[in-house]
């Protein structure tokens, strides 16, 4: 489904960005879902984030990508501050998401998501006078190779399973050639097989883009073999190689001892 | 897919054969009634309305319950320019000011009537003046991202304010009676049968020419954007796609074309008067659109003719149901006929 060399359809930009975060909060009715929360990730890093239910992941990244205004703190990537930013001015500084729950395009098929996702310019006369050319044409199919959907090319996306929408979601964000990617819970229904080629994706991307694994799968976190960062009730509970959080005690107790 | 474009044609073959029947001596067993003309005309106009509100409802997901209010604005700025080219005709017989003018004591012409002595500056207002406002409430609507039900009830708010000020004699649109007693356009007398046809293929030709820049802009990528943004705006923005920018240029095109369609219904209909900004008109177009289908261009126009057949049907028959029938429309289309008449006919098709 996924070779290694198929990653050669995201050749550009080497990330020069890192994503810096400090000290943000965000409160909800007085409750704390990030409480001074501090993450820095280096460009080109790849980094999984673990915790329990609540702990604020999807939080921290809503607070990334412009859907969530943090209360305090500060969110930068590279020297741009993102709190100062809209969504869409986020997603095209280069910073691309896979959501928790995948939200494709149901009515449009699989090739006119990835189609509406790769990157080319957003404004409405410009979708309007928009031609499908080779080049476009040609890294939409090899991308459709690299998540296996090349078969259901023209099938509407509503009819994919669950797990095939995953991996849409994923083909979506490689579509945009983001700079960073926030990957919220991507296995979640998927086969240990996929498991692994994703695993090999995130980690091969890795290097040229800083990555951002949001996951619960420890098995999968291990096959990253990255840092690893615990949050816990909104704040960094722990970090560091997945052996020293595993041993850390206090991981243990919240997280990993249940 | 080729027998939908024969139907098609036909359908819109068959539309421009009326005007010639009319013609026809009315021993003539082929002839047809200024009525039914007259009344079809109106209906394209109404079609032309409904493909407007099924580009901005229908493929954008924005329900605007105003889509009457720049229907009317269109009529309104074609009718100041039939108001002019009354001239000296006028009851009053001023050589420029038209009657209801004389009758409230004005001296000279308001400057917002200026130029409409011109028709191409009438006609690009009909088009422009219903396009800003769009502009205007779009822009504060879609940039607070005000949505669903919110933007439905300003917009039904928008028409119905209007209709207030439209009503005032001091707004200088000659209040409630608004404008009528047109003589002529172009050059061609209204009460002509040859300019009544004139007309009706001008609205003809309107709605084809309307039919296939909506096909052809819903089929190109910007059409699957429009889709996207209904299905899961906030997923868009997360493309990197400017919301806002994209449900503006939709609204705005829709409202334009929405004045198109009543700056060809008023000479037809010969009258314009603060009634079209009634709230019960926007409502109607979505009933309309909601029962042909909407979300598919055939669909729109579909309904704005059937349901309108059975308007006037109605009416004929039993005034007093027709706005019991609307009501019963609305209710029911969504629960029983979700996908409208052409969801219908493809269930049909996919179950033979
Ligand atoms: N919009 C919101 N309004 C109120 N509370 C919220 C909102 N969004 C998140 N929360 C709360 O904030 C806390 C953190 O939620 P978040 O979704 O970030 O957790 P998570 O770490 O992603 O959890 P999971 O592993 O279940 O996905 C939770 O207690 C959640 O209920
Ligand atoms: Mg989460």
């Known amino acids: ?12 930009a080497i990330s020069t960005q890192g994503l810096y975060l400090d000290g943000v909060t965000v409160a909800f009715d007085g409750f704390r879902a990030l409480n001074n929360l501090s993450l820095i990730v280096e460009p080109g890093e790849l980094r999984a984030v673990i915790g329990p239910n609540g702990a604020g992941k999807t939080t921290m990244m809503d607070c990334i990508t412009g859907k969530t205004r943090p209360g305090s703190g500060i969110v930068k990537f590279g020297d741009r501050d993102l709190t100062r930013m809209d969504e869409a001015s986020i997603a095209n500084l280069g910073v691309g998401r896979k ?4 939200t494709v395009f149901d009515a449009l098929t699989v090739f006119e998501n990835l189609e509406l996702a790769l990157k080319a310019p957003r404004n409405p006369i410009a979708c309007i006078r928009w031609v499908l050319r080779g080049e476009a044409r040609a890294r939409i199919e090899k991308t459709m190779q690299e998540i296996g959907l090349t078969a259901r090319a023209h099938d509407l996306a509503g009819l994919l399973s669950h797990g095939q929408k995953q991996w849409l979601e994923i083909g979506m964000l490689l579509m945009q050639d983001p700079q960073l990617l926030l990957v919220d819970e991507p296995v979640a229904g998927m086969t240990d097989h996929e498991t692994e080629q994703t695993a090999a994706l995130l ?3 890795a290097g040229e883009r800083s990555v951002v694994v949001v996951e619960h799968d420890l098995e999968f976190v291990k096959a990253l073999n990255s840092r690893v960062t615990v949050l816990h009730e909104g704040s960094v509970l722990s970090e560091g190689s997945i052996t020293h959080v595993q ?3 206090r991981v243990v107790e919240v997280y990993l001892g249940r | 897919m080729m027998t939908r474009r024969i139907v098609l044609l036909v359908a819109v073959l068959l539309l421009a054969l009326l005007p010639v029947l009319n013609a026809l001596p009315s021993s003539n067993p082929l002839h047809v009634s200024d009525f039914l003309v007259s009344i079809i005309g109106k209906w394209i106009c109404y079609a032309i309305l409904a493909l407007a509100l099924d580009l901005a409802w229908g493929y954008a997901g924005i329900l605007s319950l105003g889509h009457g209010a720049f229907f009317a604005l269109g009529g309104y700025a074609i009718g100041m320019h039939l108001m002019r080219l009354i001239g000296p005709r006028g009851v009053y017989g001023h050589p420029v000011l038209p009657d209801f003018m004389v009758f409230l004591g004005y001296r000279e012409l308001p400057w917002f009537w200026l130029g409409f002595d011109w028709f191409p500056f009438a006609f690009l207002m009909a088009l422009v003046v219903p396009g800003l406002l769009a502009l205007v409430v779009g822009y504060l609507a879609f940039r607070s991202r005000i949505t669903g039900v919110y933007l439905s009830i300003i917009t039904q708010a928008l028409t119905y304010a209007l209709m207030l000020a439209f009503f005032r004699n001091d707004m200088g649109f000659g209040g409630n009676n608004g404008f009528t007693d047109f003589k002529e356009l172009l050059g061609l007398p209204l009460n002509s ?3 009544r046809a004139i007309l009706f293929y001008a609205a003809l030709v309107s709605l084809v020419v309307v039919f296939l820049l909506c096909s052809a802009l819903t089929r190109t990528k910007y059409g699957r954007v429009l889709t996207a943004i209904r299905d899961a705006e906030s997923r868009v923005r997360f493309l990197g796609y400017s919301v806002t920018q994209h449900k503006l240029f939709v609204f705005v095109l829709s409202a334009m074309i929405a004045g198109l369609a009543g700056a060809l219904y008023v000479p037809l209909v010969g009258i314009i008067n603060p009634g079209e900004f009634s709230p019960g008109n926007s409502i109607e177009a979505v009933v309309w659109v909601a029962f042909g289908g909407r979300g598919t261009l055939v669909g729109a126009v579909l309904g704005a ?11 004929s028959v039993a005034p007093d149901l027709w706005l019991i ?6 209710v029911a289309v969504p629960l029983l006929l979700p996908k409208g008449l052409v969801g219908l006919v493809r269930r049909r098709k996919g179950k033979a």
Do not use: R, Y
């Open chain 1, 1 to 12: 489904m996924m070779e290694p060399e198929a990653l050669a359809t995201m050749p550009h």
């Open chain 1, 99 to 102: 959501f928790q729950k995948p």
């Open chain 1, 203 to 205: 980690t091969g991307i």
């Open chain 1, 247 to 249: 041993n850390d005690p």
């Open chain 2, 193 to 195: 049968g040859t300019t």
């Open chain 2, 305 to 315: 003719f059937s349901v309108n057949a059975l308007k006037t049907w109605l009416t």
């Open chain 2, 325 to 330: 029938a609307l009501g019963c429309l609305f």
